[in-house]
């Protein structure tokens, strides 16, 4: 199946009242378990790639075994540039193949932020490649951004509305209260915000920072209309969990094959339980 953009993958969310599980897969192992996982559940899914991942793989051979797992997909798998703050990268991965990317420059003014964002979307929109935008600051750390609890900041309903109507993002993400990693505290969500704001635009919403949210957080924003929610800490800690456990439980094994076994099965049983959360399964 071809791969697919966010516009495209979104609107049916909207459309049907489900939220796609977007994971921040970190080398084939992790995305082969993804797809497969989504496809016997028949749910679309998305393949994010940070930073970091692209860089250490290396944008060309991490494209190449993407959009091979992807085009041999029996559901819909979009591939998606997570959380980029170089609009020169952001413009590579596009000409590479990525079928979607996100700019991040929420930490920049509004008036700077709207710029950039602007530039990648005039950009990626005449490949067919889909943008997502950032408004407020989501506190944590993601990668090689890294936001205190001081410096987080809330996306405004009005700032909202500006900036999805002057960038033409497909996808937005605003601050609502979540964070990236792993929750200290209680994290304190603005629901309300993010209704009106879902209420004021005219694209699909995106929930950054889902690790370590309840269930009950979860079916919230999917009922209120959340139509992309990213999952990047939990498959990381998934995936290096259950190599350390096999190794504990077989510390003599010299099968790297059957260490890798184990750590696929977790990672698909985690995406199985997102799916399912996101009321996903059986939508592709």
């Not at 929109?125 to 609890?149: C, N, R, T």
């Not at 139509?227 to 190599?243: F, R």
Request: hydrophobic content about 45%.
């Amino acid at each position: 199946m071809p791969c697919v953009n966010l516009k495209s993958m979104l609107k049916k969310a909207v459309d049907e009242g489900y939220s796609v599980p977007a994971f921040n897969i970190v080398n084939e192992l992790t995305a082969r378990a993804i797809v497969k996982t989504s496809e016997a559940l028949r749910a679309p899914v998305i393949l994010q790639t940070s930073v970091g991942t692209v860089k250490e793989i290396g944008p060309e051979s991490l494209i190449g075994f993407l959009r091979g797992l992807a085009e041999r997909a029996g559901v819909p798998v979009a591939i998606h540039l997570d959380h980029c703050t170089d609009v020169a990268l952001a413009k590579k991965c596009v000409d590479l193949g990525w079928s979607s990317v996100m700019i991040d420059a929420s930490r920049e003014p509004l008036a700077e932020n709207i710029r950039k964002t602007r530039e990648v979307v005039l950009y990626a929109s005449a490949g067919g490649v889909s943008v997502e935008g950032e408004l407020g600051a989501i506190g944590g750390v993601e990668d090689h951004i890294a936001v205190s609890e001081e410096d987080a900041r809330l996306a405004s309903v009005e700032d909202s509305v500006t900036f999805v109507r002057e960038t033409g993002v497909d996808a937005f993400a605003p601050a609502v209260g979540t964070a990236h990693g792993l929750y200290k505290a209680e994290p304190r969500l603005d629901f309300g915000r993010f209704e009106r704001i879902r209420r004021s635009v005219d694209v699909p919403l995106v929930v950054h920072g889902g690790t370590g949210l309840s269930d009950e957080a979860f079916h919230r924003f999917v009922s209120l209309g959340a139509s992309k929610i990213n999952i990047s800490t939990a498959l990381k800690a998934a995936y290096l969990g259950a190599l350390r456990a096999f190794f504990e439980q077989n510390p003599d094994c010299g099968n790297p094959l059957k260490a890798d076994a184990s750590a696929y099965a977790r990672v698909a049983e985690l995406c199985e339980t997102f799916v399912r959360l996101f009321s996903a399964a059986g939508r592709a």
